[in-house]
């Protein structure tokens, strides 16, 4: 709306957007790792078996020639019996011995890890339309670094679950506020951009890579801390949004965000641009109060709002348990480890950079619709493939093709619900509509794990789900409203706000520019 007509106005897209989204944004690639380094770290070593420290026979014995080796010990023999592991990689698997009795502490911690992602994105999505984009934003990466590196001293399995749910708490708040924060700095054709480019994606291809070179959980952790730092300093360039500031009646601050933009992308400020500001907090001061805190209550009020935020983050759930369960699962695909991390990756790349072309052509709802249906095609091949008789070595190449198939179509459905789940709400509510979303997402991250821990290595029994559940995906996307080339609400008004007997409603933008025309 009038937000929309003043950036636009500024350029849409320039050398400050650029700018925001490379301070902003980059840093997604590192919050990729905080959340998938368990796809790592909860890898068991490829070999590993029991000594009897009592018996002198057995202590040099070598892992080529154990009896024992994967062998769990007999019931009642844990307390003489060591754990030893192959040295190629050292994960936390190896470091507090999560094998046998203690095998299922393993899904304990990504499920405790999610659970603080769920719980972080809650917290965020309120914050942010309280304190603002940016301080929330910047707390996050600040404390996201602080654990990692606290993390990495972990002296028990305790210790480091409790740091592995703080993490996730930085996790969800990063990805609630980044979003919708870089998009209210860009005009409405630009918007499906910031989801095209491959933050995600490369970030944790770059996981992979130093997986590889470092195969240390300890290390990595000391990495990814370090590595943020200076992105920190963004925080004396990056301006709070103006949506947010003209929405909360801080005018004056909000222009002065105004002049950055005309300053940086060498444009002239709009002559109109407190008319429209001003008119944009009047807007909002008639659909409630200027002061108002609003609250994820407010993502459900009339039948409308109902329907859309419910449709929105039933999606949300079902594609996150896909995408999660295959990047935390990605330990029982054949092949290389770091290359199928690497794959899990890469796969998604050319995909999501072809959402924005997609979304700006057919639209997001008929983008989101062919990309789940991908998503559940290989989701299905995998369970053909699974029961077809074939040769092992073919069977295990033909699943994890077809794995990577479902795993590129749910990324690239979930990069398209990206913006059309922000686009869909009024800037009062929409980091708590955006964050809504986000904490249905991390119910599915939570129950992802334990899903994909069914069956042992038949395939069957998880694919089946996740097919299932691409399906769901693909039909709910029918009854979702098409957002493609729509300005972005700025309020309540005319979203879920009813007038009051007696209130005075600006029905269209049009009424607008005819009363700045008429000099009023």
Not at 114 to 134: E, H, N, P, W, Y
Not at 309 to 336: C, K, M
Not at 404 to 417: N, P, Q
Request: net charge neutral.
């Amino acid at each position: 709306m009038y937000s929309d007509e003043i950036i636009d106005g500024v350029g849409g897209m320039s050398r400050f957007q650029i700018t925001i989204m490379l301070l902003v944004m980059v840093p997604k690639g590192l919050i990729a790792w905080g959340m998938l380094m368990m796809s790592f770290m909860g890898v068991v070593p490829d070999k590993w078996w029991c000594t009897d420290v009592v018996s002198d026979a057995t202590e040099n014995v070598g892992a080529s020639n154990y009896t024992g080796l994967k062998m769990c010990p007999a019931t009642g023999n844990e307390s003489t019996c060591t754990f030893v592991y192959s040295h190629e990689k050292k994960t936390a698997i190896s470091e507090w011995n999560l094998l046998c009795d203690m095998e299922g502490i393993k899904p304990l911690i990504t499920a405790v890890q999610m659970t603080g992602v769920l719980i972080g994105a809650f917290i965020s999505g309120q914050s942010a339309d309280v304190i603002g984009r940016k301080k929330t934003y910047y707390i996050s990466v600040f404390l996201h670094a602080g654990f990692n590196l606290t993390a990495a001293f972990s002296i028990s399995w305790q210790m480091f679950i409790a740091l592995r749910f703080c993490i996730g708490l930085m996790v969800g708040s990063f990805l609630v506020v980044s979003f919708t924060y870089t998009m209210e700095f860009i005009g409405t054709r630009w918007r499906p951009i910031i989801a095209a480019i491959p933050f995600w994606p490369v970030g944790s291809a770059l996981l992979a890579l130093t997986c590889w070179l470092r195969p240390n959980w300890s290390d990595l952790h000391i990495i990814l801390a370090a590595i943020q730092v200076p992105f920190l300093f963004g925080y004396l360039i990056v301006p709070e949004s103006l949506r947010w500031l003209a929405v909360h009646g801080k005018l004056e601050e909000a222009e002065k965000v105004v002049d950055q933009m005309a300053r940086y992308n060498k444009r002239e400020k709009p002559a109109n641009t407190a008319i429209l500001l001003k008119k944009l907090s009047d807007e909002e001061r008639r659909g409630g109060n200027s002061d108002r805190k609003y609250s994820y209550l407010d993502i459900y009020r009339g039948w409308s709002m109902f329907k859309k935020s419910t449709v929105h983050q039933v999606i949300w759930l079902l594609v996150a348990f896909v995408y999660y369960g295959i990047s935390f699962g990605v330990g029982r695909l054949t092949g290389n480890l770091y290359v199928n991390m690497f794959l899990v990756s890469v796969i998604s790349l050319p995909s999501e950079m072809s959402v924005f072309f997609f979304n700006n052509k057919f639209g997001r709802r008929w983008t989101g619709f062919s990309f789940f249906l991908l998503a559940a095609g290989g989701a299905f091949g995998v369970v053909i493939a699974s029961r077809v008789g074939m040769d092992e070595t073919i069977r295990g190449k033909v699943t994890t093709t077809l794995a990577l198939i479902c795993r590129l179509g749910a990324a690239s459905a979930w990069s398209c619900y990206l913006v059309y789940t922000s686009e869909s709400y009024p800037t009062v509510i929409r980091t708590l509509g955006y964050g809504g979303a986000n904490i249905a997402s991390r119910l599915g991250g939570i129950i992802s794990p334990y899903v994909f821990a069914m069956g042992g290595d038949d395939l069957l029994p998880p694919f089946v789900i996740v097919g299932s559940a691409m399906v769901v995906c693909t039909l709910l996307t029918l009854l979702t409203q098409e957002t493609k080339g729509a300005p972005l609400a700025d309020t309540t008004v005319g979203a879920s706000w009813k007038p009051e007997p007696g209130d005075v409603v600006i029905a269209d933008t049009k009424d607008i520019k005819l009363e700045e025309k008429n000099g009023n």
